[in-house]
T-cell receptor, first 115, second 109 residues
Framework: DAGITQSPRHKVTETGTPVTLRCHQTENHRYMYWYRQDPGHGLRLIHY???????DKGEVSDGYSVSRSKTEDFLLTLESATSSQTSVYFCAISGEGEGDSYEQYFGPGTRLTVT | LAKTTQPISMDSYEGQEVNITCSHNNIATNDYITWYQQFPSQGPRFIIQ???TKVTNEVASLFIPADRKSSTLSLPRVSLSDTAVYYC??????????FGTGTQLKVEL
């Protein structure tokens, strides 16, 4: 399995508090991603990074920010958590693939509950 | 992004071959067809990827007709441990993945 960890694995927080989730990789892969998964929606991309300090928005980026100051770490921050952000968050990584396709490796997930 | 359509759920029994079909009528020339598997409380895992014709690996086979408007993931002799959600994705023109709701496969004894 790809060397990818997420912390914390579980978190309960109150509405309005800031929350930061961490994704750490040991594969030296260029690309890193944050997804959320909710019942009935599959996985949806929040933000992704294509290099240190290079990030871009995904389809559900409102209310989230990210930072990548070094290759191995990708942080997801909820500036002011809301109940709608209760979800399971997955980090993924990928390197350079053949053609235009890239195989992604996913972390174990972080279950976040906002009360 | 081109969308994919696949059955919401399928049931099978141990030892049977399972075929999950995915429709992608608007597939682009540079799209690859990629399948992921997800077990409960785990992240998705890459299974197989192809562009055209047939691809086989140690886990599954992927059949893609000439027009590429559909594809079929074939799992030989499934076991209980193959119970999972299977996602069909189109991956091309970059590295963003768009997951649908997938197919919930349930394997019984």
């Amino acid at each position: 399995d790809a060397g990818i960890t997420q912390s914390p694995r579980h978190k309960v927080t109150e509405t309005g508090t800031p929350v930061t989730l961490r994704c750490h990789q040991t594969e030296n892969h260029r690309y890193m991603y944050w997804y959320r998964q909710d019942p009935g929606h599959g996985l949806r991309l929040i933000h992704y990074s294509y290099g240190v300090k290079d990030t871009d928005k995904g389809e559900v980026s409102d209310g989230y920010s990210v930072s990548r100051s070094k290759t191995e770490d990708f942080l997801l921050t909820l500036e002011s958590a809301t109940s709608s952000q209760t979800s399971v968050y997955f980090c993924a990584i990928s390197g350079e693939g053949e053609g235009d396709s890239y195989e992604q490796y996913f972390g174990p997930g972080t279950r976040l509950t906002v009360t | 992004l081109a969308k994919t359509t696949q059955p919401i759920s399928m049931d099978s029994y141990e030892g049977q071959e399972v075929n999950i079909t995915c429709s992608h009528n608007n597939i682009a020339t540079n799209d690859y067809i990629t399948w992921y598997q997800q077990f409960p409380s785990q992240g998705p895992r890459f299974i197989i990827q192809g562009y055209k014709t047939k691809v086989t690996n140690e886990v599954a086979s992927l059949f893609i007709p000439a027009d590429r408007k559909s594809s079929t993931l074939s799992l030989p002799r499934v076991s209980l441990s193959d119970t999972a959600v299977y996602y069909c994705l189109l991956t091309g023109g970059g590295n963003k993945l768009t997951f649908g709701t997938g197919t919930q496969l349930k394997v019984e004894l």
